[in-house]
C-alpha cells in the first residue's frame, strides 16, 4: 500500500494524491509511506523515484543493521523499530531530500500513522526533515516503556532478595539480561547514527531542527545509560545468587565433615570390637559396655568442643 500526504506552496495539505501530481511545480514537498508494499509498488522506487539500487537493496534486506548514508542531495536512514520485547525488530527506511521524505517498510508500523494527524494539522510548518525528526522521535520514545519494564521488574528482585527463592528466578534474570542486551543492539547504533548526523556537515539545518535532534540524541544518550546500569544490576543479582548457592554449599559441606569427622574415631572403635576374636578381655567385663559408651560419648562432646574453640561451627548461627 502507498501512501501520499503533499503540501502546495500555499500551504494546504493534500492527501491521497497520485505520484504524478507530487512533481508539479506548485508542491512544496511531500510524503510517501511505502507500508507492506508489492512487487510493483517497490519497482517504484527505481522507476519513479530513482534511488540507487543498493540502497533500494538495503531496504529489502530484513535484517539489515542501522545505517545512514548522507549526500549533500539525500539523507538515506535504516532504523529498527520494536514493539514489544518479544518481537522480532522491523526495519523503517527512509530517503529524505529537500522536498520529500519516502518511508519503506515491509511490515505495518504503527508509528508511521500516529504522526499523520500532527501533519494534517500543522503540515504548512513542517518539512521533510521535521518529518524524519518525528518519526525517528516516536521510534525512540517506543522503547520506553520496555525499558521501564524491565527495569521495575529487576528492582523488584533487588529489593526482595530473590536471588535467595531458587532458580526460576536466576531464568528469569538471565532472560531480562538477554532483553537488556536486545535493546541495546537496537539504540546503541542508532545513538551512533544520530551522532553522526548531527556532526555532518553535509545536512542543510536550521538551528531549531537541529535542537529538536539534540533531544533525540540525549534520550539515546540516557536509554543506553539506563540499559547498561540494568546489565551490571542484572550481573549483580547474578552474582549474589552464586556467593549464595557458594555459601550454602560450603556450609552443607562443613556439616558433613563436622558429623563424618566426629564419627570416625567412634566407627574405628565399633570396628574394633566388633572383631571376632575368642580372647578379647574387655568382652567379658562386666562394665566394658559402659565404659566404651563413655569414652565414644566423650570423644564426640571433645571435639565438639575442639571445633567451638577454633570457631569452626559459628559458620552455623
Known amino acids: 500500500m502507498i501512501k501520499t500526504l503533499a503540501v502546495d506552496k500555499k500551504g494546504d495539505i493534500l492527501t491521497d494524491v497520485s505520484l504524478e501530481r507530487l512533481k508539479e511545480q506548485d508542491i512544496a514537498w511531500y510524503w510517501v509511506d511505502f507500508d507492506t508494499p508489492t512487487r510493483s509498488e517497490i519497482n517504484l522506487l527505481t522507476t519513479f523515484f530513482k534511488f540507487h539500487e543498493l540502497l533500494i537493496e538495503d531496504c529489502l534486506t530484513l535484517l539489515q543493521r542501522p545505517k545512514i548514508e548522507i549526500t549533500r542531495q539525500q539523507i538515506f536512514l535504516v532504523s529498527h523499530v520494536l514493539k514489544n520485547i518479544d518481537d522480532d525488530y522491523e526495519t523503517l527506511n527512509m530517503f529524505v531530500g529537500k522536498n520529500y521524505i519516502v518511508t519503506f517498510h515491509l511490515s505495518h508500523i504503527r508509528y508511521v500513522n500516529k504522526i499523520v494527524p500532527k501533519i494534517l494539522q500543522r503540515g504548512a510548518e513542517y518539512s521533510p526533515l521535521h518529518v524524519m525528526h518525528m518519526l525517528v522521535s516516536e521510534i525512540v520514545e517506543g522503547y520506553i516503556p520496555i525499558i521501564s519494564k524491565i527495569e521495575n521488574r529487576l528492582d523488584e528482585i533487588e529489593e526482595t532478595d530473590s536471588y535467595t527463592s531458587g532458580s526460576k528466578i536466576m531464568d528469569e534474570v538471565f532472560d531480562l539480561r538477554s532483553d537488556l542486551l536486545k535493546l541495546r543492539r ?25 535542537k529538536y535532534f539534540h533531544d533525540i540524541y540525549d534520550d539515546l ?97
Open 186 to 210: 537496537g539504540l546503541l547504533p542508532m545513538r551512533e547514527l544520530i551522532h553522526r548526523f548531527l556532526v555532518s556537515r553535509r545536512v542543510e539545518m536550521t538551528d531549531n531542527d537541529r
Open 221 to 317: 544518550v540516557q536509554q543506553t545509560e539506563i540499559i547498561e546500569a540494568n546489565r551490571e544490576l542484572a550481573s549483580d543479582i547474578r552474582e549474589n545468587f552464586m556467593t549464595y548457592n557458594s555459601l550454602k554449599s560450603n556450609n552443607i559441606m562443613m556439616t558433613l565433615t563436622v558429623i563424618s569427622t566426629i564419627f570416625l574415631p567412634l566407627t574405628f572403635i565399633v570396628g574394633w570390637y566388633g572383631m571376632n576374636f575368642k580372647y578379647m578381655p574387655e568382652l567379658e567385663w562386666q562394665y566394658g559396655y559402659y565404659l566404651v559408651v563413655a569414652i565414644m560419648l566423650g570423644i564426640a562432646f571433645g571435639m565438639l568442643w575442639f571445633f567451638k574453640k577454633k570457631g569452626w561451627l559459628d559458620m552455623f548461627k
